[in-house]
């Protein structure tokens, strides 16, 4: 299963981007999607997450400013950020994780990762 990560780029602080992941693949279901953030010099952390029947869960540091969100239909997850700060400057990945259809394996997949600039 490939994820293909988009929606990175630059912006103010105070601003809003949105950035998407498409998962693909062949006999595959995808059930928990999210995003991790990685800083040069610091582990990848968790941003949130949200599973197929759309529960998400935030790292506290975004709650109420960032928004996760999918589509099943789609095997494609977002991720609204809005009230962007510096300290969210960072590479953002996308996560996802499920079985593949014909032999039941497990697998976990990572997107190649979309860089988010927070600056004035």
């Known amino acids: 299963v490939q994820l293909q990560a988009s929606g990175g780029g630059l912006v103010q602080p105070g601003g809003s981007l949105r950035l998407s992941c498409a998962a693909s693949g062949s006999f595959f279901r995808v059930n928990t999607m999210g995003w991790y953030r990685q800083t040069p010099g610091t582990q990848r952390e968790l941003v949130a997450d949200?599973?197929?029947?759309?529960?998400?869960n935030y790292a506290d540091s975004v709650k109420g400013r960032f928004t996760i969100s999918r589509d099943n239909a789609k095997n494609t997850v977002y991720l609204q950020m809005n009230s962007l700060k510096p300290e969210d400057t960072a590479v953002y990945y996308c996560?996802?994780?499920?079985?593949?259809?014909?032999?039941?394996?497990?697998?976990?997949?990572w997107g190649q990762g979309t860089l988010v600039t927070v600056s004035s």
């Open positions: 949200i599973t197929t029947g759309g529960t998400p």
């Open positions: 996560k996802g994780s499920g079985t593949y259809t014909d032999d039941h394996r497990l697998y976990v997949s």
